[in-house]
């Protein structure tokens, strides 16, 4: 995945020394440490369990579970830990090798003592309650999520990734509930009020990636290719669903048929089957077999943008690479968690490429990744690709934008330096090579190194183990209106001497004509003797073709030209480079680039770079600009939206420009516009809403006045799918004209059952800390920083993230800067992993409380 050491030089795991099996000094402590998995990887192999569940109807009832875990020992260990993050009174009954034995659990393990085991085949018999922590139940369904160390709270295993196992599973739930896991499903039985399912034996897994939905759900079935699918979901909208339903099975028959083909190997698992999930805490969970989707993202209708549609292929493409890379050949320990998530964003914008064309692929490719990725490199708390690790209890903080955006833009890099031919041989080595077993990131770059004679180590050492982009600047000497020397230079934003070996293109403009010029920088400067006695240009594009990583030198003239010489990708580039620049206090004010962008929204026709433009505009509006200079361009701001949107032809356009219109809307009059739009259920002509479409509106009429009980309960009213519903009755609190139920909308966030939906708490955050009423959620700041511990420690893998972003994206005064960097003052031992996030969360608000001084 990511890049070079020297034949191995990276070490996959820490130097930390660990316990030997048979030492007394074995450390039994809570999670599951690198020392641990060492050992138990070193013993342990052969592994299957065995696992039935009793799912009850009522939520509120216990989940009782019988599970026997099978496995072959090496050698016999003074002690052998079996992971179970739960109580001891969970465990009802143990017997190991035929023999009952008293439990004995200390910092979430169940130890069992070397005298109770047998060198070779062992058998664990357990009874147990299932912790409910990692099972989403909800009233009617529920779908186990365990990564990254989350099996562990449901039911005693050896919870680490380089124990692949196999799962044979029996799920008793209520009669009339459909249900779908790892393995093919081999029979259902009906007993009256129950119905039993009983999977076929897995293929080898982590458990990681041992799941299982049940529930209330329309199943549907179809063969694609000789390939028998499933599918659960519980859309009640027939247009949605009439739209939706064959398109999801072709997009992942289209993913399913590029990857076989790409990789040189089948299908590796035995069942393809997918499930839509309401309010799903990720975008997707790639479990082989049973594939869980956030619901909204797979049911598109006829009023869904072109982005829409791409981006859910792009989702669909992803998880289904993951069949590939991550659950085929999965990492050794969670330090290359980055491996599996490059691979399937990098596979998924190849399928997309295939399916949308190279200059689509491009432009998705630079809007999708790189400012992402800038958004945490150019931080205080910016991390590395590749982060150590020391125990899985903290292997959710890994997960972030570096992995899912900056390594795909680095895995292209090297495809480039290698060429795609020899990548892709290498890439076809590994997967064979490892399949069904584990991986290091050494192992892959070990194999791409023989085919290469780059020196990937060099290139690994700036790219994978270093956090930051490059700075760059150039030197150009004129003579006779002739170009006589001409050099670009590269440091690093925090200034040290840094070189990323990258390649990416020049455009130099002429009166009537362009050239282009290509870059391959190798090192910190350099010079660029193919451009010496070129004409003087006019003005010159960096990183024309959108390949280039970094902070790139930007001339005002190109704003003026964008329109007349420069294609979608070269117009992408120019507005993500003006903005980081902007950012970066080098060339435009926050107000004049928004003049520059309002300036835009007439003449750009582009559908994607319509929505890159509107959201740097709605960034600069509510958090670049001061409540009175907001309060000022409003009026104007909301004209220019308006009337742009009528004079776009195309309606994806003009729904783009329609939903700015909404979120920076402020006046009496505008305001009167888009309730009558909700009210009458009349879109503007030529733009189709979809439910969704109008939900938002209720939730934009219910921030900005003092109705949203009113608002929301008709909006309610109108609808028919009840965890829609659900929503939106969650979300009254937050928006509430009450400061009092607001507040107590807050503080119940602190109770742990109130933050199952984890999307829906930080959609409440969001509008409970918006511009509009941050004078009165200032307060909750400080707390909001006091309990990121226990939501990282409770929560799944991107609740710290969305948390923190949900609350402090749009705050720009130092009031709350203080609020922060107060926090990191007397907290200097914090997590460091956790700081980061901090850091990266409130970096608009440390730049904003500068810009705006």
């Not at 147990?128 to 990254?148: E, H, K, M, Q």
């Not at 179809?222 to 247009?239: A, G, I």
Request: net charge neutral; charged share 20%; hydrophobic share 40%.
């Amino acid at each position: 995945m990511k890049s070079l050491n020297k034949l191995i030089i990276l070490l996959c795991f820490s130097t930390s020394t660990f316990a030997q099996p048979g030492s007394k000094s074995a450390v039994i402590e809570n999670g599951v440490s690198l020392s641990l998995a060492k050992s138990r990887a070193a013993l342990l192999s052969n592994i299957q369990y065995n696992i039935n569940l009793v799912i009850p109807a009522a939520k509120s009832q216990d989940i009782i579970g019988v599970e026997q875990i099978e496995f072959d020992l090496k050698s016999v260990p003074e002690i052998l830990q079996l992971d179970f993050k739960s109580n001891a009174e969970d465990i009802k009954s143990l017997f190991i090798n035929g023999a009952e034995v008293g439990k004995n659990w200390k910092h979430e393990h169940l130890v069992i003592e070397g005298k109770q085991l047998i060198k070779g085949r062992n058998k664990i018999d357990i009874k147990f309650i299932a912790g409910s922590t990692s099972l989403n139940r909800n009233d009617d369904y529920l779908y186990a999520l365990f990564v990254p160390d989350h099996a562990r709270t449901m039911f005693p295993c050896f919870d680490q990734p380089d124990l692949k196992a196999r799962f044979k599973l029996d799920l008793t739930v209520p009669s009339g509930w459909s249900a779908l896991a790892n393995g093919k499903l081999q029979d259902s039985i009906n007993n009256g009020m129950t119905s039993t399912y009983r999977f076929s034996n897995s293929d080898k897994l982590p458990t990681y990636l041992f799941s299982f939905t049940a529930g209330k759900f329309k199943k549907v079935s179809q063969v694609r290719s000789n390939k028998p699918m499933t599918f659960l979901h519980r859309e009640t909208d027939f247009k949605k669903i009439q739209y939706s339903v064959d398109s999801i099975f072709t997009a992942h028959l289209d993913a399913l048929t590029f990857l076989e083909k790409w990789t040189g190997i089948p299908y590796p698992f035995q069942s393809v089957g997918f499930n839509a999930i309401p309010d799903f805490q990720f975008g997707g969970m790639e479990h082989p077999g049973t594939v869980d989707y956030k619901a909204s993202s797979l049911f598109l209708d006829e009023g869904s943008t072109k982005d829409q549609f791409i981006s859910r292929s792009n989702l669909i493409s992803h998880e289904t690479a993951h069949m590939w890379f991550g659950d085929l050949v999965t990492m050794k320990w969670f330090n290359d968690v980055w491996m599996k998530e490059v691979f399937a964003n990098f596979m998924a914008d190849k399928v997309t490429e295939k399916l949308m064309g190279k200059s689509t692929f491009d432009l998705k490719f630079l809007q999708d990744h790189y400012p992402a990725a800038y958004g945490v490199d150019r931080t205080l708390g910016a991390n590395p690709i590749r982060q150590q690790l020391d125990n899985l209890q903290d292997a959710g903080s890994l997960y972030g934008n570096i992995i899912y955006h900056k390594a795909p833009i680095m895995m292209r890099q090297l495809e480039s330096m290698m060429g795609a031919d020899k990548f892709q041989q290498g890439i076809r080595e590994y997967l064979t090579t490892f399949a069904f077993r584990n991986a290091t990131w050494d192992d892959l770059i070990g194999i791409l190194s023989r085919k290469t004679s780059r020196d990937l180590y060099a290139w690994n050492k700036v790219w994978v183990n270093q956090p930051g982009r490059p700075v760059f600047s150039y030197k150009m000497d004129i003579r006779d209106n002739k170009i006589s020397h001409f050099s670009i230079t590269q440091v690093a934003e925090s200034g040290s001497q840094r070189t990323w070996p990258q390649s990416f293109t020049l455009k130099l403009f002429y009166p009537g004509s362009t050239r282009t010029i290509v870059v391959n920088m190798t090192n910190q400067t350099l010079e660029i003797d193919s451009m010496l006695g070129l004409d003087k240009p006019q003005y010159i594009l960096f990183n024309a073709d959108g390949t280039g990583y970094g902070l790139f030198p930007e001339d005002p003239l190109l704003f003026k030209d964008a329109f007349a010489r420069n294609s979608a990708l070269e117009r992408a580039s120019i507005y993500i480079n003006a903005y980081e620049n902007t950012l970066s206090g080098n060339t435009n004010k926050p107000e004049d680039l928004l003049e520059l962008f309002k300036k835009c929204l007439i003449l750009e026709t582009n559908e994607m770079n319509l929505k890159v433009i509107t959201g740097y505009i709605n960034n600069l509006y509510w958090t670049y600009l001061l409540p009175e200079d907001r309060a000022k361009q409003s009026v104007g701001l909301e004209t220019i939206l308006w009337n742009a949107m009528e004079a776009q032809s195309a309606a994806n356009n003009k729904k783009i420009l329609f939903s700015a219109y909404q979120s920076v809307y402020l006046s009496a009059n505008a305001a009167k516009n888009i309730y009558n739009i909700w009210q009458l259920q009349s879109p503007p002509k030529g733009i189709k809403l979809t439910e969704e479409d109008y939900i938002s509106l209720a939730l934009s009429i219910a921030l900005k006045t003092d109705t949203a009980t009113n608002i929301l309960t008709q909006q309610i009213g109108r609808m028919n799918n009840q965890d829609r519903k659900d929503r939106l009755t969650f979300l009254i609190p937050a928006l509430s004209a009450d400061p009092g139920e607001r507040e107590r909308f807050f503080y119940s966030l602190k109770e742990r059952k109130n933050r199952q939906k984890e999307s829906w708490v930080t959609t409440g955050l969001g509008y409970l800390h918006h511009p509009l009423r941050q004078s009165t959620s200032i307060k909750f700041l400080s707390e909001s920083l006091d309990i990121l511990e226990e939501i990282q420690a409770t929560g799944d893998i991107f609740f710290p993230q969305s948390w923190l972003a949900s609350i402090f994206g749009s705050y720009q005064s130092p009031e709350a800067y203080q609020v922060v960097a107060g926090f990191l003052a007397q907290h200097p031992n914090y997590n460091p992993k956790l700081k980061d996030k901090i850091l990266q969360s409130t970096d608009n608000l440390r730049r904003a409380s500068k810009l705006l001084k």
